[in-house]
């Protein structure tokens, strides 16, 4: 194939393009703040188990609790009507000496089920602590979160940006390069990654190898519009000021 010297020329400048497009892809996928995001939300994910365990221990003791203050009130008034019946003065003194003994068990079990009670309070006011302080955390990991957010949402705007300005340059570029040149170009940057590369110093830019003497002085009796291709990589050879041929 045959092409103009400036259209060739051309090529290295769609290249510079392609690696800046490729630039912004990696800087894209390697963003500080995307490792920092994935970091918050194991955090996140963490400080929720622990949270909805806390919330459902505290659960637990909460039901505890009723039913411990459920037994206590059984109790009192079982011995509420035990009193009233005493007080009442109905029944035999065999009955009435039997309340007074049941009056007096029903006290120490109500005290036994009051300390039940007491216990279980503490036990579930240390779960709501518990609960308060991983809500507290869990907050806190959230804000971060949404703090990430904001700065990788800036910091991809920013790549957007400069995407859209390279794309918009490349399309420029590309549309002076005559099309059976630029069909090779992508042909061959799709199968190589590099569609074109200068030759600095008898080195290809696009390998960083330097080209052996053959190659050198296939490219030397080359015609100035004839396009050359690198045995080694496949790419287009642009021959510059700095070739040293």
Known sequence: MNANPADQQRLLDLHGLDVRLAQLAHKRRTLPELAEAEKVDRRLADLRDVLVAAETAEGDIAREQKKAEAD??????????????LESGRGSAKDLENIQHELETLARRQSDLEDVVLEVMERREAAQTRVAEMTVQRDEAQARRDEV?????????????????????????????????????????????????????????????????????????????????????????????????
């Open 72 to 85: 206590v009130e059984q109790v009192v008034n079982r011995a509420t009507r035990d009193r009233q019946m």
């Open 149 to 245: 957010n904001a700065a990788l949402a800036k910091s991809s705007e920013q790549i957007d940006r400069d995407v859209e300005a390279v794309t918009a340059e490349r399309k420029t570029t590309a549309g002076v390069i005559p099309e059976d040149l630029l069909a090779l170009y992508e042909r061959i940057r799709a199968d190589n990654g590099v569609g074109a590369a200068a030759i600095r110093q008898r080195r290809c830019d696009g390998c960083q190898l330097e080209l052996d003497i053959s190659e050198v002085n296939a490219v030397k009796a080359a015609a100035p519009d004839q396009v050359v291709r690198h045995d080694v990589c496949g790419s287009i050879l642009v021959r510059v000021a700095e070739s040293g041929l």
